[in-house]
């Protein structure tokens, strides 16, 4: 496929996953693939191929002498990053938000406690760097750079945990950081405490105290929820 016919698949595609996920298309209602290759000005086969990208993630199904219809949200596949990014755009955002940092507070701890006792020199060395990225980006409404290195502390963490299942999860936690930070769900500046939390967890794992980095992340977890009781009530 060409960059162009790359773009094209993309628009496409975010602009139908948008519709999805926001109810315009209700459950059981069936998308036209001929009115959206005619709306879109693309041929059938960016259609199918977008068509093929909504099935994988579970937003619809291809049913003969129906065509393609829209399944129930109990069945889309909620741990999709980009039906998260499309569900944090929609309306539905601040409980989107909610269920996501519960599920969050659920893992991120315990993957602390285990990075505490898995964690490899370098694991650690990379955690200590991003903990101080977040500290020398706190300041100064600078929170575009401050994202890149929280979204990367936390990929550390979960990676060093050494449990395969929760480092899977570091793309759901980077849509979350993201779209916190993109829909102005953060203050201005990175609650202080929040940021000294992280550094503290840096050093429970290189020291290999894994009640104490369970202890700090669970305190993380618990802010973010509160921030979100003000931000996205």
């Not at 109810?23 to 693309?42: I, L, N």
Request: charge should be negative.
């Amino acid at each position: 496929m060409t960059t162009e016919g790359r773009g094209l698949h993309t628009r496409v595609l975010d602009t139908l996953g948008l519709a999805i996920t926001a109810g315009e298309y209700p459950q059981g209602s069936v998308v036209r693939t001929d009115e959206v290759a005619q709306r879109f000005d693309v041929s059938r086969t960016v259609v199918r191929e977008v068509v093929r990208v909504l099935e994988s993630m579970h937003l619809v199904e291809s049913r003969r002498r129906v065509g393609v219809t829209v399944r129930p949200t109990e069945e889309w596949n909620v741990y999709d990053p980009r039906v998260i990014r499309w569900r944090l755009a929609g309306t539905d955002r601040p409980r989107q938000l909610r269920s996501l940092t519960v599920l969050r507070s659920a893992v991120e701890p315990v993957a602390a406690g285990l990075a505490a006792r898995h964690a490899t020199p370098e694991q650690c060395a990379a955690l200590t760097e991003q903990a101080l990225g977040m500290v020398a980006t706190s300041r100064g409404r600078r929170l575009e750079e401050y994202l890149v290195h929280d979204i990367a502390f936390h990929r550390v963490v979960l990676n060093a945990s050494g449990n395969e299942m929760f480092a899977r999860l570091g793309d759901v936690v980077a849509e979350i950081l993201t779209g916190r930070t993109h829909h102005q769900v953060m203050f201005d500046d990175p609650d202080p405490a929040a940021v000294t939390l992280h550094v503290g967890v840096a050093e429970a794992v290189r020291e290999g105290d894994a009640a104490r980095a369970e202890e700090l992340t669970r305190e993380i977890a618990v802010g973010a929820l509160q921030e979100l009781d003000v931000l996205a009530p």
